[in-house]
């Protein structure tokens, strides 16, 4: 199997999420204890989701989150580059628009959406400040951005002991339950690797964006930023 390597070549990252598109989602609440649906539904109000909002969410994967925003209402778009993900996600929610496609290069016209969203995917894009302008782009003035991602606990012993569990835990987690247990190797160095919060504030603001905020989920296993254009 294959699987993405921090050089994060397009093809690799899609064939990677393509091979383990089968256990995604069951893999996500076992790496996460369950918090992943706490982290959902904090997105999901950052959003501030409302009737007849429209909504891209991009590395939408399966499509769980999006089909959350359209329960509450909203006109979603399911936007994601692994071909299998979509496939999986359609199975599972026929209901949604997916659309299959490239983060750095949207196939969206100006000033579309209300509100522009991913979450735990800007990462594993080959250029996420070109992924940042993109969604600034095709979001209306005014809209939102909400990226949720994982980051940089806060307090130095806890992260001492998260980067134990990213190195021990995961592995024999995903050897056990997942498709493709070297993919989730990529997972943690990916992890590592991001920037910490205020970094990625700053990227956003690069890009554009304005009123950039963050919050810590989890003592910042988790970051949510948020922000206006």
Known sequence: MKRATLEKHPEDVSTMFDEVAEKYDVMNTLMTGGLVTVWRK???????????MTILDIAAGTGTSAAQYAQAG????AFDFSEGMIEKGKERYPQLRFVQGDAMELPFEDGIFDATTISYGLRNIADPHKALE???????PGGTLVVCEFSRPVNLTFRRLYKF???????AVSKLASSDAEAYDYLTESIL???????????MYDAGWHDVEYKNLTNGIVALHRARR
């Open 74 to 77: 909203a006109d979603v778009v």
């Open 193 to 203: 690797n991001w920037p910490h919060q205020e970094e990625l504030a700053e990227w």
């Open 134 to 140: 993109e969604m600034y782009r095709v979001t209306k």
């Open 42 to 52: 904090t997105t999901t109000e950052a959003l501030g989701v409302a009737p007849g």
């Open 165 to 171: 569990f990213l190195g021990t835990a995961i592995p």
